[in-house]
């Protein structure tokens, strides 16, 4: 099967089904709270580098007393075999997703495939009666969106989507501060995030580079950014007005090849990459790519990448905030700019997570009172992947950790509003008007 093959494979048939009522999906998740007391049967389906890791090595390692791998899928089956090689457990691994269902009886699925494919499996899981974790997206369109719904009220099973963000305790003070009420009600938002060259362009080396792979990265990385404001501003939006161009990758640049180690260009190409220099991934992409031609370190100057590489958004929410967005992927510095602007003052945030000099700190955070002082925030130091939020989130799924309700783990409605902000940018750019999130999906 080759890369395009998984892409343009048929989709699952659609499931039937209501519409699931708003209050349904405001659930805190009760189910999977009860594994933190009992030891789960847990799957995997998508075996690349987050199961491997984060939802991998890491819980086999920690969370051994709380959970049972019996199952790795993967639609490559060398790679689930390395998979489970590098996560260091001895389960069964699958290319058939039913067959794993059938033979492995989880009661935890956990969703890291391609993005395109979260809506068919968190589905397949919640139809056999499973609790399904999903990474972020949840979905890549409004019509699998409004299926996971469905299916997940049909089927009265629960998923969390794993919005490891939330769990930073930088991004946990901003909660904070906005619900003292410090800076007053909150009027508009400036929120602007940069991936670098390094990061910003692995994601035109591989699927994310198609819309249809990852629903661009409006869908696929800006998600993250949304749900962090939805659940900020405790509001939901209403209105996505957006802007889209690929000025950097892509047919933009100068030459191409397929991918990096045999190109010919690789010695005057600025964005070179030498995977054989990463002994895990050349295990577990490299000796699986004679299966689905899947290049870990595939050209970003490809002619079929058709996502943005800059782009620009203003979101309305349900409260009457305003938020001018930008997300740009081609940049010299990693991090963002983020300012809430109140009644009686402004918070604003700048985080540094690479950039080509020595900072103080890895974040600064500012309360400026209006009419008053500039009062500096101490941010809380946790090492960690994602500011230390994974291991929190980790710990909240897993282990008996109290948290304050607006802790709680992320539900579908959280994926949904989230998602949709994506999905209603990107659609915005192609309509070229503005898109309203009600006329996407039905809450009700
Ligand atoms: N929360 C975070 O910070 C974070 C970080 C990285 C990735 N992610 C998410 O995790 C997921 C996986 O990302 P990744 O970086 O591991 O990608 P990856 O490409 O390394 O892994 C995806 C895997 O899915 C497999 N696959 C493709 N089509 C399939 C199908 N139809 N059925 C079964 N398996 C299929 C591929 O063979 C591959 O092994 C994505 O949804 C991504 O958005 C989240």
Request: net charge positive; charged share 30%; aromatic share 10%.
């Amino acid at each position: 099967m080759s890369e395009h093959n998984f892409l343009t494979r048929r989709e699952f048939v659609k499931t039937a089904g209501t519409a699931a009522a708003a209050a349904a999906l405001v659930c805190v998740n009760p189910s999977l709270s009860a594994a933190q007391t009992a030891r789960r049967r847990y799957a995997i389906v998508g075996t690349g580098d987050r199961a491997t890791s984060m939802w991998g090595r890491d819980l086999a390692q920690r969370y051994g007393d709380v959970l049972e791998f019996v199952g790795l899928c993967d639609a490559n089956p060398k790679r689930a075999s390395v998979a489970r090689e590098l996560i260091g457990v001895d389960c069964p691994t699958f290319s058939n997703f039913d067959e794993m269902m059938d033979r492995a009886r989880p009661d935890l699925l956990m969703v890291t495939t391609v993005d395109f494919f979260h809506r068919d499996y968190i589905v397949k899981g919640l139809e056999r009666g499973v609790d399904v974790m999903t990474e972020k997206p949840m979905v890549t369109d409004e019509d699998k969106c409004q299926d996971v719904l469905d299916a997940e009220r049909k089927a009265k099973r629960n998923i969390v989507v794993t919005f490891n963000y939330r769990y930073a305790p930088k991004h946990q003070k901003i909660k904070e501060i906005l619900m003292s009420g410090e800076i007053g009600r909150v009027i508009s938002v400036d929120f602007h995030w940069y991936l670098d060259v390094r990061h910003g362009a692995d994601y035109f080396r591989r699927w994310h580079r198609l819309k249809r792979g990852g629903g661009s990265l409006w869908v696929h990385k800006a998600t993250h950014h949304f749900d962090l404001i939805n659940w900020w501003l405790d509001a939901d939006p209403v209105e996505v007005s957006a802007q889209g161009d690929l000025q950097i990758y892509g047919e933009k640049g100068p030459f191409r090849y397929s991918h990096c180690r045999p190109c010919p260009h690789k010695s005057k190409c600025r964005f070179y990459y030498d995977m054989t220099k990463d002994a895990r991934r050349m295990k577990l992409y490299a000796a699986c790519e004679d299966v689905d031609k899947y290049y870990r370190d595939g050209c970003v100057y490809r002619e079929d990448v058709d996502i943005y590489d800059t782009m620009s958004a203003v979101v309305k929410y349900s409260n009457g905030v305003n938020m001018s967005y930008s997300l740009n992927a081609f940049m010299p510095i990693e991090g963002y700019h983020l300012a809430f602007n109140g009644e009686l003052g402004r918070l604003e945030v700048r985080d540094y997570e690479r950039q080509p000099w020595t900072v103080a700190e890895e974040t600064e955070m500012y309360v400026t009172k209006s009419f008053g002082k500039r009062t500096k925030v101490p941010v809380p130091k946790v090492a960690g992947g994602h500011g230390g939020g994974d291991d929190r989130l980790r710990d909240l799924i897993f282990r008996k950790v109290k948290v304050p309700d607006y802790m709680r783990l992320p539900d579908s409605r959280a994926g949904a509003m989230s998602c949709l902000t994506g999905i209603a940018a990107r659609k915005s750019v192609e309509q070229k008007k503005p898109i309203k999130i009600g006329d996407l999906v039905r809450f009700s």
